[in-house]
Nanobody, 122 residues
Framework: QVQLVESGGGMVQAGESLRLSCAAS????????MGWFRQAPGKERELVSR????????STADFVKGRFTISRDNAKNTVYLQMNNLKPDDTAEYYC???????????????WGQGTQVTVSS
């Protein structure tokens, strides 16, 4: 069973950057499509970005496009989310997830990390 652990969250001011990491154990990430999701209090979990197994295909939500970049290093069994020009609306718990399909549906991802909190102040 794949276990995912996120890191890199924190408290920053608007305009600053963070890089989230998602490290896997118990399995090989190259076997999975990976996604980064986020959930703010009182809101539904939403897909931020996803990446194919090889890393050659990515898809990023319009609300972060141009600011966030997903990448993966299969040799390190790790997926990243580079977040630039952060805004207060980006405040949320961020989760990485592994699945079989290149989909934006959270229910189609099989494995989830515990989340890392990102807080952006104005």
């Amino acid at each position: 069973q794949v276990q995912l652990v996120e890191s890199g969250g924190g408290m920053v001011q608007a305009g600053e950057s963070l890089r989230l990491s998602c490290a896997a154990s118990g399995g090989t990430l190259i076997n999975y499509v990976m996604g980064w999701f986020r959930q703010a209090p009182g809101k539904e979990r939403e897909l931020v970005s996803r990446i194919s197994r090889s890393g050659s295909i990515t898809s990023t939500a319009d609300f972060v496009k141009g600011r966030f970049t997903i990448s993966r290093d299969n040799a390190k069994n790790t997926v990243y989310l580079q977040m630039n020009n952060l805004k207060p609306d980006d405040t949320a718990e961020y989760y990485c997830a592994a699945g079989d399909l290149f989909t934006d549906s959270a229910g189609r991802y099989h494995y989830w990390g515990q989340g890392t909190q990102v807080t952006v102040s104005s």
